[in-house]
Nanobody, 130 residues
């Protein structure tokens, strides 16, 4: 069983910043061999891709709407993936979910669709006020 626990969400004014964390654990789960991703879901909308990082941490990929505002990173020594959110906008308000891929992947591959991931966290709420 794999557990992903997100933290770091909250209420912030437009233009502000937050740092989301996702801690992974599991007896048979090897974090260093897992590609990771962040998705978000706003009320009444479908879950959408935000950012992804390869299992090595060398490659990253972002949704177009990020436009240099968000940064994903991975610390294999802490089994944690981060999402730094800067210059937040009210339209960034959503529940942010961390996802892990346990299926085999090349060290440099990144994944941007929900079906490519195997485990999900419970989500952390990000609310941006105008």
């Amino acid at each position: 069983q794999v557990q992903l626990v997100e933290s770091g969400g909250g209420l912030v004014q437009a233009g502000g910043s937050l740092r989301l964390s996702c801690a992974a654990s599991g007896r048979t789960f090897t974090f260093s061999r897992s590609a990771m991703g962040w998705f978000r879901q706003a009320p009444g909308r479908k879950r959408e891709f935000v950012a992804a990082i390869s299992r090595s941490g060398a490659n990253t990929y972002y949704a177009d709407f990020v436009k240099g505002r968000f940064t994903i990173s991975k610390d294999n020594s802490k089994n944690t993936v981060y999402l730094e959110l800067n210059n937040l906008k009210p339209e960034d308000t959503a529940v942010y979910y961390c996802a892990a891929r346990s299926r085999p992947s090349y060290s440099s591959d990144v994944y941007s669709t929900p079906s490519q991931y195997d485990y999900w966290g419970q989500g952390t709420q990000v609310t941006v006020s105008s």
